[in-house]
Nanobody
Framework: QVQLVESGGGLVQAGGSLRLSCAYG???????MGWFRQVPGKEQEFVAA????????RYADSVKGRFTTSRDNARNTVYLVINSVKVEDTGVYYC??????????????????WGQGTQVTVSS
């Protein structure tokens, strides 16, 4: 059973940085992982994805240059670092697991396991 547990959200001032973590079980090491966010009043959007090995990453155009995803399979954790946070980054961030090892899909339907989400609130 794939279980994902996010942490690291909270209140941060605009311009600051934040690191989100998503812990997974050993069997999830072979999954690609994705990050999505739900901003109030908007549809859920893709943020970033990373292959099972961590070699490949993909980012939404809106976050390129500010967001970085990485993973440490020895620690069974995937990370999302957000730099220069903006008020519009406020939302609930979800990590998700994609059973295709090399897939960097931006479509939520390709991810069949989801974490509970962690709230990020950016103050101006």
């Amino acid at each position: 059973q794939v279980q994902l547990v996010e942490s690291g959200g909270g209140l941060v001032q605009a311009g600051g940085s934040l690191r989100l973590s998503c812990a997974y079980g050993p069997t999830t090491r072979r999954y690609s992982m994705g990050w999505f966010r739900q901003v109030p009043g908007k549809e859920q959007e893709f943020v970033a994805a990373i292959t099972s090995s961590g070699v490949g990453q993909r980012y939404a155009d809106s976050v390129k240059g500010r967001f970085t995803t990485s993973r440490d399979n020895a620690r069974n954790t995937v990370y999302l670092v957000i730099n220069s946070v903006k008020v519009e980054d406020t939302g609930v961030y979800y990590c998700a697991a994609n059973p295709n090892t090399w897939d960097l899909s931006t479509a939520s339907i390709d991810y069949n396991h989801w974490g509970q989400g962690t709230q990020v609130t950016v103050s101006s």
